[in-house]
């Protein structure tokens, strides 16, 4: 049963008596910090017994300007302000991952859950997961995120059998058809977990054992289905699981052709039912396998390219997925807009301190600057967005603290397209990296470009001609002054 958390000024459920002023809830819930106006956090009207949220003392998020000092308001993401003829909300297109924000309990290897909400409440495990949608989608809506995204066992419970497993996500997503029809949140992406039991414990189509590559095309199938009932945008393939621990019970070839034959079933299968959402890779080079075989989005795309598949996959680029694989958030997905691949992110950020997947609050606006000028000259994300995969600190435990995290998250995402676009505007970046390649735009450059020329034309050229090239800089650190003034 939920345990009211006495630390936290926002936990109370319905009904519960609070035991606190409201001058006191308003002083927590701002961090002592002084009000500007009339901005206050929780009104009275907003008492427990009136009313029967989730959330009861935390109103929907404002837009106060960078200037507020409200902790609760968003001080760069306007959703309803129009640029270019679409709201910042349909710019961003942000979402929230069920997985973390509604079923993460601040558990880690070393320590149980710390995290107790006050929805888990409920007759039996399906009434319960309604429940915590019912509070999910009211958060959805206070942090104005236009869509979610889930996997099939964070919204409904695991049966006894895959038949009634199957018969909980129907009843749940029946709900949740309702709550997105009632509030106007859309599903960004489904996917099914295929990591958790432990029958995935060797991988999920790359199983050794047919049996289980049979139970997960089964349990995908049932995913797809609740995906199209939800007009979801799209459906996520994330393979934590696909990959090995040692070569020495592995035939990696076999796994990899057993991996392509389960996405084609995918393919297939979404084509019979008329799903037309975007199918998307996520790759990740490994944890909790040692080495997973979608390890980067390059590997990705060879792989999907060696079986067929590139016509219908894109990629979801995660950002902690990328430092992970050593790469830079910008860099995977500059590869994957390179092809024509980028579909969706993941946003979030890792600690490179810490070897693993931290999925933290990305707040680093250099960091997401960057990342988004490679989205926005690649044209945007389509029917992708800007999924939170992202958790609270295992002590954050006030409800409070889930607000401020996707405040923070969102800010700095709205902040880092607001400066993107102000860049390419000016077009500095540009003029600089089009004048340093400019050698191919003419003579023997553009026969290169245009493979007109091979190594006998150009070794008689170097040789009578051309000379010694001259060495000219690459102004690096000029660029990187240009970038520290439109960010400070
Ligand atoms: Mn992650």
């Not at 599903?187 to 049996?211: I, K, Q, V």
């Not at 902040?415 to 600089?432: D, P, Q, Y």
């Not at 007109?452 to 170097?462: H, M, N």
Request: with cysteine.
């Amino acid at each position: 049963m939920p345990i009211l958390d006495p630390s936290s000024g926002a936990a109370n459920g319905p009904g519960s008596p609070s035991g606190r002023t409201f001058a006191q809830i308003r002083a927590r819930a701002n961090f002592g910090l002084v009000l500007p106006s009339a901005a206050v956090l929780v009104s009275p009207t907003l008492t427990m017994k009136k009313t029967r949220a989730h959330f009861p003392r935390i109103k929907t998020i404002a837009y106060e300007g960078p200037k507020t000092t409200n902790a609760l308001a968003f001080r760069h993401y306007n959703p309803d302000e129009v640029i270019d003829g679409k709201t910042m909300a349909a710019h961003l297109r942000f979402s929230i991952a069920y997985w973390h924000s509604f079923r993460g309990a601040g558990t880690d290897p070393f320590g149980s859950a710390t995290l107790q909400r006050p929805w888990e409440k409920g007759s039996d495990p399906v009434s319960i997961a309604k429940h915590r949608m019912d509070a999910a989608f009211e958060f959805f809506q206070k942090i104005r995120a236009p869509f979610w995204a889930f996997h099939d066992r964070d919204i409904a419970p695991e049966g006894r059998t895959l038949a009634e497993s199957n018969r909980n996500l129907d009843r749940v997503v029946d709900h949740a058809r309702d709550l997105q029809r009632a509030t106007g949140v859309k599903l960004l992406w489904g996917t099914a977990n295929l990591f958790s039991h432990p029958r995935y414990m060797c991988g999920a189509a790359t199983n050794p054992d047919a049996h289980v590559f049979a139970y997960a095309a089964a349990q995908v199938k049932k995913a797809l289905d609740a995906t199209k009932r939800l007009n979801g945008t799209g459906y996520v393939f994330w393979g934590g699981r696909e990959g090995y621990e040692t070569l020495l019970n592995t035939n990696l070839k076999r796994e990899q052709d057993h991996l392509a034959a389960f996405l084609h079933m995918a393919v297939d299968y979404a084509k019979s039912i008329g799903f037309k959402g975007q199918f998307l890779i996520e790759p990740k080079p490994k944890e909790p396998t040692k080495h997973q075989y979608d390890f980067d989005v390059a590997s990705g795309i060879a792989f999907l390219r060696t079986y067929g598949l590139e016509k219908h996959f894109k990629f979801n680029v995660e950002t902690n997925h990328a430092t992970l694989a050593g790469h830079t958030f910008q860099h995977e997905i500059e590869v994957a807009a390179a092809q024509g691949m980028l579909g969706s992110i993941d946003a979030n950020s890792g600690d490179l301190l810490l070897g693993w997947d931290t999925d933290q609050f990305n707040t680093d606006v250099r960091e997401l600057t960057l990342a988004m000028l490679s989205i926005l000259r690649a044209g945007g994300l389509g029917t992708g967005g800007f999924n939170f995969d992202a958790k609270l600190r295992r002590p954050s435990i006030d409800l409070e603290d889930l607000f401020l995290a996707h405040i923070g998250g969102m800010d700095a995402y709205a902040c880092a397209f607001k400066i993107a676009r102000r860049i390419l505007a000016e077009g500095k970046f540009e003029e600089f990296v089009a004048a340093r390649y400019a050698s191919f735009d003419r003579g023997y450059g553009r026969t290169i470009e245009q493979r007109r020329v091979g190594f006998r034309e150009l070794s008689k050229l170097a040789l009578s001609k051309l000379g010694e090239p001259r060495p000219r800089s690459g102004k690096q650190e000029y660029l990187e002054n240009l970038l520290g003034s439109y960010l400070h």
